[in-house]
């Protein structure tokens, strides 16, 4: 059964820190893995990764993709309280998103 | 409208009630998708239409689930008996082409009493 675990499950900083949410997975096929953020109810898209060793950026938030060991990290500089979400990642393993695997996802609390 | 739309975004029913959840997808978006969210939990996968092609519906929990679309249109994802079980939010979303990033709506919370 494919699975991808998050940690950590949540998170409390400051605004102003760094953080690094992690997304490590195990499945039978790979094709791509994606970072959403959560605020309410719609995830909103942020990555999509394909190939290791090559850096996503945008704006404060930027990810990395490890096809090898298998995980991905998402960073977030110069926290603000806006950035408070879930942090979602799923694998998806054909292409097509027809049936990502997500993760149950890092709550990220920024306090001012 | 620009983004994907569901309604309605609230819905609470009694135990064993039938109800019916619908979306709207972004205009020309060929491929629909539901997911479920429970509480603290990732999205598990329901069901996923791609233009005329027969859904894949791998992913509904019982027979009591059901949906349908009508060409690359609306979707309605209908629960029959409803079960406490049943209490998440239900969310939908599209994408434009094969391996295009999902664009998701604002789900609907269901809450069985």
């Known amino acids: 059964e494919d699975k991808v675990v998050q940690s950590p499950l949540s998170l409390v900083v400051h605004e102003g820190d760094t953080v690094t949410l992690n997304c490590s997975y195990e499945?039978?096929?790979?094709?791509?893995l994606l970072w959403y953020k959560q605020e309410k109810k719609a995830p909103t898209f942020l990555f999509m990764l394909?190939?290791?060793?090559i850096e996503k950026k945008s704006g404060r938030l930027s990810s990395i993709l490890d096809k090898k060991e298998l995980f991905s990290i998402l960073n977030i500089t110069a926290t603000q309280t806006g950035d408070s979400a879930v942090y979602l990642c799923?694998?998806?393993?054909?292409?097509?998103?027809?049936?990502?695997?997500f993760g149950s996802g890092t709550q990220l609390t920024v306090l001012p | 409208g620009a983004g994907v739309s569901q309604s309605p975004s609230n819905k609470v029913t009694e135990k064993g009630k039938d109800v019916e959840l619908r979306c709207d997808p972004i205009s020309g978006h060929t491929a629909l998708y539901w997911y479920r969210q429970r509480l603290g939990q990732g999205l598990e996968f329901l069901i996923y239409?791609?233009?005329?092609?027969?859904?894949?519906k791998s992913g509904l929990p019982s027979d009591r689930f059901s949906a349908e679309r009508t060409g690359e249109s609306v979707s309605t994802l209908t629960i029959q008996r409803t079960q406490q079980e049943d209490s998440a939010v239900y969310l939908c979303a599209s994408s434009s082409r094969l391996g295009s990033p999902l664009h998701f709506g604002n789900g609907t919370r269901l809450t069985v009493t």
């Open positions: 499945v039978t096929n790979f094709r791509s």
């Open positions: 239409f791609q233009g005329n092609s027969a859904p894949d």
């Open positions: 799923a694998v998806d393993p054909s292409g097509s998103a027809r049936q990502l695997t």
């Open positions: 394909t190939s290791s060793g």
